[in-house]
T-cell receptor, first 115, second 118 residues
Framework: GAVVSQHPSWVICKSGTSVKIECRSL??????MFWYRQFPKQSLMLMAT?????????EQGVEKDKFLINHASLTLSTLTVTSAHPEDSSFYIC???????????FGPGTRLTVL | AQKITQTQPGMFVQEKEAVTLDCTYD???????LFWYKQPSSGEMIFLIY??????QNATEGRYSLNFQKARKSANLVISASQLGDSAMYFC???????????????FGKGTLLTVNP
């Protein structure tokens, strides 16, 4: 069964609004979770590393004030897209590393469309 | 820095035949892991197979096998007896183990779109 869940699976919002995406680890207490973004017909690009109890680590070029990450518990990380614009429309996927070095589990993804 | 290269944007294979999807990588890490994922049109990332850099044998998982050639820095995915349901995007990814600690984030290639013809 699924080990990582995401909610919502899809969302449509108006430009300028904020959208929160939840990522839950169902079988593992994840001190670290990852957020990826995937534009149509492109690969997954890491946006940030979410760290439980501390600040997230953002990849170069990702605006930390626009993409707010909170990892308040060992099973929940949230990504908030603030003041969303059409160019933020994308597929957002979270993942957790699992317990071993040979694992990496992904959530089902959230498709965001900003009008 | 890590880099994954998938040179085949698209591949076609006849049902029941085998197909090889290419993946080459570059890293300065001594220890690393290589992953293959399948992404159908639904978008979910389905884990297929893993190969550790120090694993002496090529990884196999059912119809999937990984042709790991460390000296050539290649980690090609072989799918045997292709099925119509294998039609999807396939991504090769790497995770390195930097000195002084672990780094579990993945670096992905651009992917290969596989189409299985009946």
């Amino acid at each position: 069964g699924a080990v990582v869940s995401q909610h919502p699976s899809w969302v449509i919002c108006k430009s300028g609004t904020s959208v929160k995406i939840e990522c839950r680890s169902l079988d593992f207490q994840a001190t670290t979770m990852f957020w990826y973004r995937q534009f149509p017909k492109q690969s997954l690009m890491l946006m940030a590393t979410s760290n439980e109890g501390s600040k997230a680590t953002y990849e170069q070029g990702v605006e930390k004030d626009k993409f707010l990450i909170n990892h308040a518990s060992l099973t929940l990380s949230t990504l908030t897209v603030t003041s969303a614009h059409p160019e933020d429309s994308s597929f957002y996927i979270c993942s957790e590393p699992g317990q071993g070095t040979d694992t990496q589990y992904f959530g089902p993804g959230t498709r965001l469309t900003v009008l | 820095a890590q880099k994954i290269t998938q040179t085949q944007p698209g591949m076609f294979v006849q049902e029941k035949e085998a197909v090889t999807l290419d993946c080459t990588y570059d890293t300065s890490d001594q220890s690393y892991g290589l992953f293959w994922y399948k992404q159908p049109s639904s978008g979910e990332m389905i884990f297929l197979i893993y190969q550790g850099s120090y694993d002496e044998q090529n990884a196999t998982e059912g119809r999937y096998s990984l042709n790991f050639q460390k000296a050539r820095k290649s980690a090609n995915l072989v799918i045997s007896a292709s099925q119509l349901g294998d039609s999807a995007m396939y991504f090769c990814a790497m995770r390195g183990m930097n000195s002084g600690g672990s780094n579990y984030k993945l670096t992905f290639g651009k992917g290969t779109l596989l189409t299985v013809n009946p």
